[in-house]
T-cell receptor, first 111, second 116 residues
Framework: LAKTTQPISMDSYEGQEVNITCSHN???????ITWYQQFPSQGPRFIIQ???TKVTNEVASLFIPADRKSSTLSLPRVSLSDTAVYYC????????????FGKGTHLIIQP | DADVTQTPRNRITKTGKRIMLECSQT?????MYWYRQDPGLGLRLIYY???????NKGEISDGYSVSRQAQAKFSLSLESAIPNQTALYFC???????????????FGAGTRLSVL
């Protein structure tokens, strides 16, 4: 079971780049890394997924070093609407292992 | 219309009552999940189902049961509700996926349950 560790909270300002790091020291060969965003009283929403190196989409980038023991979600030029909880999951899709969202990282963006 | 629909959105019930939360999806996914979220905490997996004939317990299944009536429907029951089951409940779906679409989950809007 690949357990993940994230900071409980982070603060930043509008227009800044925000990087949230997730540690997953015992990630398995078949595991993927997936990030979700959750606003208050809403269900989590998929942001990005990766296996190694770098993945970029219209919302964020995901950086994964060669050893895959950590990953960093990068949000470019954040706005107030990016204030949310961000969850990192590590799982292979073959069972319930890794389907633990934990407490996530509460990102607060200030004007 | 939402791809993953949960009903009811809000429910207040009394201790000892039986209650059912329903989830339906139009995404055509085989996999469905029920999670519980308590204030300030992450989501915890209650039950999951990888197809119509498959039911599996999650991290916190005690006090809950589920039924997978069809590919599109997955209901969660509390046979005898107790106050510490007061929480926000989410249903999610996913497809097994291959390549870069590994098990991405799509969530409903949630059901807020209060047990008095």
């Amino acid at each position: 079971l690949a357990k993940t560790t994230q900071p409980i909270s982070m603060d930043s300002y509008e227009g800044q780049e925000v990087n949230i790091t997730c540690s997953h020291n015992n990630i398995a060969t078949n595991d993927y890394i997936t990030w979700y965003q959750q606003f208050p009283s809403q269900g989590p929403r998929f942001i990005i997924q990766g296996y190694k190196t770098k993945v970029t989409n219209e919302v964020a980038s995901l950086f994964i070093p060669a050893d895959r023991k950590s990953s960093t979600l990068s949000l470019p030029r954040v706005s107030l609407s990016d204030t949310a909880v961000y969850y990192c999951l590590v799982e292979s899709g073959g069972g319930a292992d890794g389907l633990t969202f934990g407490k996530g990282t509460h990102l607060i963006i200030q004007p | 219309d939402a791809d993953v629909t949960q009903t009811p959105r809000n429910r207040i019930t009394k201790t000892g009552k039986r209650i059912m939360l329903e989830c339906s999806q139009t995404k055509g996914h085989d996999r469905m999940y029920w999670y519980r979220q308590d204030p300030g905490l992450g989501l915890r997996l209650i039950y999951y189902s990888f197809d119509v004939k498959d039911i599996n317990k999650g991290e916190i299944s005690d006090g809950y049961s589920v039924s997978r009536q069809a590919q599109a429907k997955f209901s969660l029951s509390l046979e005898s509700a107790i106050p510490n089951q007061t929480a926000l409940y989410f249903c999610a779906t996913s497809e097994a996926g291959t390549g870069a679409a590994k098990n991405i989950q799509y969530f409903g809007a949630g059901t807020r349950l209060s047990v008095l």
